[in-house]
Every structure is written in C-alpha cells, then in structure tokens.
C-alpha cells in the first residue's frame, strides 16, 4: 500500500507531460467542444480527467481536473471564477482514481459516475452555482436532474470502452 501511495505523490518527466497533456484537452473539450449555459454543462470534458485517474491515480487525477478548471477559467472564462468548481474537479478526479486504480470494471466505473454526477455535479456544483449567481438552490436542483441522466449513462459506457480499448490498456501498462 505504502508503494502504490508514494509512486502516486512521485512527479517524474513522463507523468507530469502525461498531466500537461490532458490538462489542455480537458480545457479545450470542456471550454470548446461542450454545451453549457449558466446552470447546465455537457460533453466529454470527463474523459480525460477519467484517463489521468486510470493511468496516474487518484491524486494526479485530481491535479489535472483542479489545474484544467483553473487554466480553463482564467483563460476562456465562461463565468465568474469561483474556486468552488475548482475543489469539484479536483475531487472528480480523486474519486476517478480511487474507484479506477486497481481495475476498471463496469461496477466500479458505475460507482465512480454516480458518486460524481450524483453528489459533486448535482448537489456540490448546484450550491456553487446558486452561491455564485444568487439562485435559489431548490429550482437549480431540479434543473439540473436532466443534465445528470443525461450524463451519467454518457460518462458510463464512454468511461467502460476507454477502460476496454486496447489503447487504454496499452497505456495504463506503460505507466504502472
């Protein structure tokens, strides 16, 4: 346990431009290639958040959701800044990376969507969105339901064929 937790906190050459990697497609699929309005957000900005917590675990997974979402929001703002969205992101990837780090099965893929969609996107991120804008936290809520059945079987079979390509798992060798 102790080796696995210290080669997580280890930042060598190729971890780190696998991080600088994923971090600029995150912001480019999550600033460029989503559809978002002021209280709803959808595309595949979570793959490579998912693929850094496959790969790096659960630290680094959270590194490059937290360090996207800050790039992403200095440079191509779509809002305020609010550091909350920051600490969801982070956490995003940190779940991403302890559900995935052993193995990527189609219940601990589950898990990891629910537990994100369910309890960071719909309740954290609504109560972020409703300090930021002054909204009320109820009817955001109940808005953002639809964004989240729609994400969770999206974030599900993409997060289960990235884990079952033989891409992905050439990869995660390369880098256990």
Do not use: H
Not at 94 to 119: C, D, H, P, T
């Amino acid at each position: 346990m102790y080796k696995k937790i210290s080669r997580d906190l280890k930042f060598d050459t190729s971890s780190v431009a696998m991080m600088g990697t994923l971090i600029a497609i995150e912001i480019v699929l999550s600033r460029f290639a989503s559809i978002s309005a002021w209280n709803i957000k959808a595309g595949f900005s979570f793959v490579p958040i998912a693929i850094a917590a496959m790969i790096l675990g659960p630290v680094k997974g959270g590194i490059v959701g937290a360090v996207a979402d800050f790039i992403g929001a200095v440079l191509f703002p779509i809002g305020a800044y609010f550091p909350g969205f920051t600490l969801t992101a982070f956490l995003t990837g940190a779940i991403y990376g302890i559900f995935f780090r052993e193995k990527q099965s189609l219940a601990r893929i589950a898990g990891a969507v629910v537990i994100n969609e369910l309890i960071l996107s719909l309740f954290l991120n609504t109560l972020w969105i409703s300090v930021l804008y002054g909204a009320s936290y109820w009817p955001l809520f109940f808005t953002r339901i639809l964004q989240c059945a729609f994400l969770i079987p999206l974030q599900l079979c993409t997060i289960y064929l990235i884990s079952k390509s033989s891409i992905g798992k050439i990869t995660m060798q390369m880098y256990r």
